[in-house]
T-cell receptor, first 113, second 112 residues
């Protein structure tokens, strides 16, 4: 089946650092979404991207929809402790909100000891 | 605006028992999804409803899982009988036509 390769699998952050993570696929998607999931909670939508090449920001978060439509990245600038959690990318074949979301395995952000 | 509601939040059952989960989507959202999230992985779609009709149930193990969305609002997901490998978080999500999916808090199922 379709798979998304999300990297890195985990990373440690120190407050104030910038963070980058990305997602690649062998399939073309029409929509890329980035979610954050805290322990015991459902994923929360951070950013939605609907157009190849699109660059979208939400506060300290910036995400881009790759030109090939097979990849996306998420950057977090000036990280803070509450950024800790698991970040998932998700790709969708259909337009709008139609169609199955394919999720990556997640990038776990933890605080540097 | 109220989010997606799910209950129960936690459930522990013995294998071969039955269990049901309930979901109430965001008001006005026509599309409802059930996902299964196994520990350490991203959510995987089980079934998608558009109003009260099934759009995609290709990954639903139909020998033991069933779901319904009567009247196009609330939905229930049932497992009968449960297996050990069904231990997971079951997430419900809903969406409007033109925007991303919004998830509920999930039900954590443990099968012993």
């Amino acid at each position: 089946g379709q798979q998304l390769n999300q990297s890195p699998q985990s990373m440690f952050i120190q407050e104030g650092e910038d963070v980058s993570m990305n997602c690649t696929s062998s399939s073309i998607f029409n929509t890329w979404l980035w979610y954050k999931q805290d322990p015991g909670e459902g994923p929360v939508l951070l950013i939605a991207l609907y157009k190849a090449g699109e660059l979208t920001s939400n506060g300290r978060l910036t995400a881009q929809f790759g030109i090939t439509r097979k990849d996306s990245f998420l950057n977090i600038s000036a990280s803070i402790p509450s950024d800790v959690g698991i970040y998932f990318c998700a790709g969708q074949m259909g337009g709008g909100s139609q169609g199955n979301l394919i999720f990556g395995k997640g990038t776990k952000l933890s605080v540097k000891p | 605006e109220a989010g997606v509601a799910q209950s129960p939040r936690y459930k522990i059952i013995e294998k071969r028992q039955s269990v049901a989960f309930w979901c109430n989507p965001i008001s006005g959202h026509a599309t409802l999804y059930w996902y299964q999230q196994i520990l350490g992985q991203g959510p995987k779609l089980l079934i998608q409803f558009q109003n009260n009709g099934v759009v995609d149930d290709s990954q639903l193990p139909k020998d033991r899982f069933s779901a319904e969305r009567l009247k196009g609002v609330d939905s229930t997901l049932k497992i009968q009988p449960a297996k050990l490998e069904d231990s997971a978080v079951y997430l419900c999500a809903s969406s409007e036509v033109t925007f991303g999916q919004f998830f509920g808090p999930g039900t954590r199922l443990t099968v012993l």
